[in-house]
């Protein structure tokens, strides 16, 4: 079926690569709606706006005659203002119900994240789609992510309008903002030789494409027959590995081998992590160092994505390994042109 | 036996386990009256070629236990004319391809084995494995000709192959396909003999693939594990595809100068060995009867707890490497339902990831490897981390004194009794 595509932070990481797919697969019609606009190209329409404006979302999908529609757009998971968070996440996210239903649109995907169902603490393990929404989140980014993504659950079913939710986990790839940074600070920190942990506990990813492929997936399954209609997927790469061994596998590609590794018990990261937090209270900086650190890198954090495969027929398409090679790359040129 | 308890000295759960063992488990119940002398004969057999499967089989339930014991003599023969060099390949190739035959001519025997085939004495008196085989059950005897007709063909085309004999096996594919027919055949044989027996599910029978990876998993684990025994005789089992990533022969992994190589080569075979696990435990999930169940699960975790072992080992080179024969003991009591096996494997898995490292070239791969086994585990067990296992560590505190003094009285006893004692010695050789 011939649709009309929308996409919704289709300038952003994950959108770019869901715009990309579309028009690799030869998709004739497709607008992007962006607070921003980074990518110039002559066969898709661009509309810059605020999601927390109605008239500038539903402008657009009037405008454009929208019957698809994927919504990727989030401010970045360490932003500052809590406030934000509630204008896009979920003002922004009922202006795009409102505008599908208004404009019938018949499809609404709505990218959420796992962390819907962390509490903070808690261990993941294998975690599938009947865990329920932790009493208290854990910080406002995953408490407007699981609100937006209830609004959208909700309006499944409302004139018309099919909706799904995805939840990837820990999406990483070339450029992207968060992860592949991150990880590379710790190298360049010279904190690499350090382990908190036992190094037992195993952890999702997503490379950014499998995750974009999802998305691509949920439109074109998306119906009530399939099971898919106002239901949430745990998106991954399908092959959690313990937490440390993708840390070390990204930094060898840089060539960079920890010499020996200093291994602390997690209670021992917990009373240092304290410290470092009382000492930053007093000082008033930002504490490097904080037990959530110690619980994000010594927890299990997977999901059992079953649910993805035989409702959606997700399969990854790039596996743990070769995504991590992939997105070292541009950073591994980028260090190289330096040194010419 | 006693160095079996030096070697454990450290790990005194095994300890207590070699014990349990060998003062405290019940023998195998069944008795054959005398005057069935043909399977007498038949048992007397299985204990002499075979360490590992004797006493497996013999604790499996009446119903299947002779079936299987016969099966298990059957190919011990096929196999033991396919080993001998000294068969030229004129005489060798019909008597595999025609050994399913054999099995109907009442009287057979073979005297033909060169002197220093280890179980020539089985082919000597080969009329007694067939008279018990034509007592078997009509559909058992089916299934064991079938399979001996697939395995002996099979080898048959290996012994005529010359480049096979020559650079040994070549692709993954060709790696696979040659432990489908020395062992993959052989699990999907016992599949269909547990479904006639009515011990197991009809379904089972028809799970070839499962049945197939429970051979392949432990024939790699063999053949990784014998690298040096194999190459003395000339016998070249890794893939081409996987050592020539690393070396110009097969041979010069053991060199002096291609350590890290070899190591690197190791991991890469160890590593699609353990691909095959899923599959092993979705199989013994699928086991009803509890005796079978500890035959199927028995070699399997025996196999993780060498590939654990053989990871990054570089004796593997240089020596046979074996695990402690309390570490065995300890396993063959442990195999009692799905939980505690996949406990083992999830426990030898941790161990692979301990020694796995960033600048091994399969590093990932061994790493997701590992995580499709928890992963597996919580999926299909998703209660196993409230499961409590044998708990052998809270009775381990209570029970230390009393088993070193226990082993302290028997190290005595038995250096006052070891000139006498040579039987009692090879009474624990399992898994040799």
Known sequence: MVENYLIIGGDGFVGRWIVEMLIKRGETSITVFDIVQRYFDKEIKHYQGDLSNYDDINECIKKENITAVIHTA?????????????????????????????????????????????????????????APYPEKHMNVYNETKAAGEKLVLEANGRNGLLTCALRPCGIFGPNDRQAIPGFIKVMELGQTKYQIGNNENFVDWTYVENCAYAHVLAVDKLSVENQTAGEAFFITNGTPVPFWDL????????????????????????????????????????????RFRVRFTTTNRYFNINKARNRLGYEPLVDLEEGARRACQPVIDSFNNQRK | MASSFLQSIFHPNEIVALIQY????????????????????????????????????????????????????????????????????????????NFHKTLYKKGWTFDESGPNEKDRQLLVEFNVVIEEFLRLERQFQDVIVDITNKMGNGMADYAKDAAHNKYGVMTNKDFDLYCHYVAGLVGIGLSSLFSISGLEKPELANDTELSNSMGLFLQKTNIIRDYLDDLSGNRRFWPKEIWSIYVADLADLKKPGYETKAINCLSTIILNALQHIPDCLTYLNKIQNRSIFSFCAIPQVMAIATLALLFKNYNVYTSVVKIRKGETVKLILKCTDIYEVANIFRYYTRVIIQKNDSKDPNFMKISMACGKVEQWCQTNLPDIDSYSPQQDNDIMIFLIGFILSAFAAYLLHYVNQEHLDYQGRESLDVFD
């Open chain 2, 22 to 97: 060998k003062f405290f488990r019940p023998p195998p119940i069944h008795v054959i009256p005398p005057e069935q002398k043909t399977k007498i004969r038949c048992y007397e057999f299985l204990n002499e070629t075979s360490r590992s499967f004797a006493s497996v089989i013999q604790e499996l339930d009446d119903g299947i236990r002779d079936a299987i014991c016969i099966f298990y003599l059957v190919l011990r023969g096929l196999d033991t004319i396919e080993d001998d060099m000294s068969i030229l390949i004129e005489k060798k190739e019909p008597l595999l391809r």
């Open chain 1, 247 to 290: 840390c070390r596998f990204i930094w060898a590609q840089f060539n960079h081998y920890p010499p020996y590794i200093l291994k602390f018990p997690s209670s021992f990261g917990f009373i240092i992590a304290s410290f470092a937090e009382l000492a930053s209270f007093v000082t008033g900086k930002e504490p490097g160092f904080t």
């Open chain 1, 74 to 130: 989030s401010p970045p998971h360490d932003g500052k203002s809590e406030e934000l968070f509630w204008k896009v996440n979920v003002e922004g996210t009922k202006n795009v119900i409102e505008a599908c239903i208004n404009n019938g649109v018949k499809k609404l995907v709505y990218t959420s994240s796992s962390s819907v169902v962390y509490d903070g603490y808690s261990e993941l393990i294998n975690t599938d789609e009947t």
